[in-house]
């Protein structure tokens, strides 16, 4: 393991005396403020937001580290609730508000293991292949999915069969709705999933036929990253550029909402309860587990989702010091798959390294994920656990997803409320005028980054370096997908090979 760890320590109220980062407020939707100076490419800010938007997110000097250290005390600002300083009848008027909750999506059947891993992996956005090679997405997806299916049925079927992804969302989105009437805001609320039933275009099409005239898009992915609201909204982006009613619809999008006060104070609540669950709380490390990227993205294509989850660890535990709660934490990345290097420490390995240096009691957060589902479920309950008590930790502890915890929904609904001055009517008569649909600087500006970073990838080190370091591992990882691409491009060509004998390639032929 050549990743160390960034194992963190909370120091009494006496030491946090130090000077927090603080947002401008001006021009900046208070539902939607980020932390520009994190982001590794300063290319992500390609003109005056202000002039081409009605509103923009404020640029702010990094307060994170590549490497952060030990007691720095350093976080973003936490966004408060501003929703109850707005006037509702100047939100709604009578316009048809509607709410679209984006999400992965899920199989919920083990029948649907198969078609879901498909169009899991057919995303570009999952799967980056060289533009020569782009013609084999869709083999390479069905290549991928028929041969995980077997092994993904298994952890399917160990936690009922498929998943909850869907029941728990459709309860999210009819408490947000409740919540919005609480509020005096009659709106909507639609699901639109990316790989799976109700898929976005669905979504899409029932809020045609409501008539919506205002719409605020809200991934539920707490942070950005380019693999999920990213690959969501640019899908989003393509449905809207075909479809007249669409592009004259007043809307706008929330792209990420890390840093709000209820949801972090939901999250801190949660963490609290479990705590007290061990039998000495103040001993339990608290360890935040959060969804894996390739390295690359945050790299070479400019993914803020690195700089944002350790932004938000640090507000959780900056809410956590003040109810007297000092634990240790450390945060790592799960879920990583091929020979591709992704987002480090790696989950599985900080397990194995806590039990060796002592560790008893470990609390595993679920940091990026808001409904419970098989990362959580199978990969944290059942592996992570097994390998933890397998390591020598002897209490071990799990914080639920949020799912639909009213302080959470309640400030999901004050984000909607909070967005609704900013949705402005952004349509144009001729569809080729506009360069893209997606109506909030940040995202377009992000989305566009992405797209010319990955026409030509930079080189990932200068100079090749001989032994297992982070050059090897990127060079081979690309030398396997490369040698996997040649051996499919044979097997379309030739007719012949092991994928034909095995029935796949036929497939999709």
């Given at each position: 393991?050549?990743?160390a760890?960034?194992?963190?320590?909370?120091?009494?109220?006496?030491?946090?005396?130090?000077?927090?980062?603080?947002?401008?407020?001006?021009?900046?939707?208070?539902?939607?403020?980020?932390?520009?100076?994190?982001?590794?490419?300063?290319?992500?800010?390609?003109?005056?937001?202000?002039?081409?938007?009605?509103?923009?997110?404020?640029?702010?000097?990094?307060?994170l580290?590549?490497?952060?250290?030990?007691?720095?005390?350093?976080?973003?600002a936490?966004?408060?609730?501003?929703?109850?300083?707005?006037?509702?009848?100047?939100?709604?008027?009578?316009?048809?508000?509607?709410?679209?909750?984006?999400?992965?999506?899920?199989?919920?059947?083990?029948?649907?293991?198969?078609?879901?891993?498909?169009?899991?992996?057919?995303?570009?956005?999952?799967?980056?292949?060289p533009?020569?090679?782009?013609?084999?997405?869709?083999?390479?997806?069905?290549f991928i999915?028929?041969?995980r299916?077997?092994?993904?049925?298994?952890?399917?079927?160990?936690?009922?069969?498929?998943?909850?992804?869907?029941?728990?969302?459709?309860?999210?989105?009819?408490?947000?709705?409740?919540?919005?009437?609480?509020?005096?805001?009659?709106?909507?609320?639609?699901?639109?999933?990316?790989?799976?039933?109700?898929?976005?275009?669905?979504?899409?099409?029932?809020?045609?036929?409501?008539?919506?005239?205002?719409?605020?898009v809200?991934?539920?992915?707490?942070?950005?990253?380019?693999?999920t609201?990213?690959?969501?909204?640019?899908?989003?982006?393509?449905?809207?550029?075909?479809?007249?009613?669409?592009?004259?619809?007043?809307?706008?999008?929330?792209?990420?909402?890390?840093?709000?006060?209820?949801?972090?104070?939901?999250?801190?609540?949660l963490?609290?309860?479990?705590?007290?669950?061990?039998?000495?709380?103040?001993?339990?490390?608290?360890?935040?587990?959060?969804?894996?990227v390739?390295?690359?993205?945050?790299?070479?294509?400019?993914d803020?989702?690195?700089?944002?989850?350790?932004?938000?660890?640090?507000?959780?535990m900056?809410?956590?010091?003040?109810?007297?709660?000092?634990?240790?934490?450390t945060?790592?990345?799960?879920?990583?798959?091929?020979?591709?290097?992704?987002?480090?420490?790696?989950?599985?390995?900080?397990?194995?390294?806590?039990?060796?240096k002592?560790?008893?009691?470990?609390?595993?957060?679920?940091?990026?994920?808001?409904?419970?589902?098989?990362?959580?479920?199978?990969?944290?309950?059942?592996?992570?656990?097994?390998?933890?008590?397998?390591?020598?930790?002897?209490?071990?502890?799990?914080?639920?997803?949020?799912?639909?915890?009213?302080?959470?929904?309640?400030?999901?609904?004050?984000?909607?409320i909070?967005?609704l001055?900013?949705?402005?009517?952004?349509?144009?008569?001729?569809?080729?005028?506009?360069?893209?649909?997606?109506?909030?600087?940040?995202?377009?500006?992000?989305?566009?980054?992405?797209?010319?970073?990955r026409?030509?990838?930079?080189?990932?080190?200068?100079?090749?370096?001989?032994?297992?370091?982070?050059?090897?591992?990127?060079?081979?990882?690309?030398?396997?997908?490369l040698?996997?691409?040649?051996?499919?491009?044979?097997e379309?060509?030739?007719?012949?090979g092991?994928?034909?004998?095995w029935?796949?390639?036929?497939?999709?032929?």
């Amino acid at each position: 393991m050549n990743q160390a760890m960034d194992i963190r320590f909370q120091a009494p109220p006496s030491t946090l005396l130090q000077t927090r980062a603080k947002f401008s407020s001006q021009n900046v939707c208070p539902c939607a403020k980020a932390q520009w100076g994190a982001f590794p490419r300063s290319s992500l800010l390609k003109g005056p937001l202000l002039a081409r938007y009605p509103w923009g997110w404020s640029k702010v000097q990094s307060v994170l580290t590549e490497h952060p250290v030990k007691n720095s005390g350093k976080s973003g600002a936490l966004v408060t609730s501003g929703s109850q300083d707005i006037s509702i009848t100047s939100l709604t008027g009578n316009e048809k508000i509607g709410v679209l909750l984006l999400n992965l999506g899920g199989p919920e059947t083990l029948d649907d293991v198969q078609p879901f891993l498909f169009n899991l992996f057919a995303d570009p956005d999952i799967i980056r292949l060289p533009r020569l090679f782009r013609f084999l997405q869709k083999p390479l997806a069905q290549f991928i999915s028929v041969a995980r299916s077997p092994k993904s049925k298994e952890g399917y079927a160990s936690i009922g069969g498929g998943s909850p992804l869907r029941r728990i969302t459709d309860a999210q989105a009819q408490e947000l709705e409740k919540a919005l009437c609480e509020k005096k805001i009659p709106a909507k609320v639609y699901v639109g999933m990316r790989y799976w039933h109700p898929f976005t275009e669905e979504a899409i099409e029932q809020i045609k036929r409501d008539g919506i005239t205002k719409l605020v898009v809200l991934p539920l992915y707490p942070q950005f990253s380019i693999s999920t609201s990213g690959s969501s909204l640019r899908l989003l982006e393509n449905i809207f550029r075909e479809d007249e009613y669409l592009v004259n619809m007043q809307h706008t999008v929330i792209p990420s909402w890390y840093q709000r006060e209820g949801y972090i104070k939901a999250m801190a609540d949660l963490i609290g309860k479990e705590l007290l669950k061990f039998d000495c709380p103040g001993q339990v490390m608290i360890f935040f587990t959060a969804h894996g990227v390739p390295l690359a993205y945050v790299e070479e294509a400019g993914d803020p989702y690195k700089a944002e989850m350790e932004e938000c660890v640090d507000l959780i535990m900056e809410e956590l010091e003040k109810r007297r709660i000092y634990n240790s934490y450390t945060l790592a990345y799960q879920s990583r798959v091929g020979p591709v290097e992704w987002l480090k420490p790696y989950t599985d390995d900080v397990i194995v390294e806590l039990g060796n240096k002592g560790v008893k009691s470990l609390l595993a957060v679920p940091i990026s994920f808001v409904s419970e589902h098989i990362e959580t479920l199978e990969e944290i309950d059942v592996e992570y656990k097994e390998l933890a008590l397998e390591s020598g930790i002897v209490n071990w502890g799990r914080v639920p997803a949020l799912g639909c915890e009213p302080t959470f929904i309640s400030d999901l609904a004050d984000a909607v409320i909070e967005s609704l001055p900013y949705v402005g009517a952004m349509a144009v008569s001729n569809l080729e005028a506009r360069q893209s649909l997606v109506p909030l600087g940040s995202v377009e500006e992000l989305l566009a980054a992405y797209d010319s970073q990955r026409r030509e990838l930079p080189p990932p080190v200068v100079v090749w370096e001989w032994g297992w370091t982070k050059s090897a591992e990127t060079w081979n990882g690309r030398a396997a997908m490369l040698a996997v691409l040649v051996l499919l491009l044979l097997e379309v060509t030739t007719g012949q090979g092991f994928l034909h004998q095995w029935g796949i390639l036929p497939l999709f032929r």
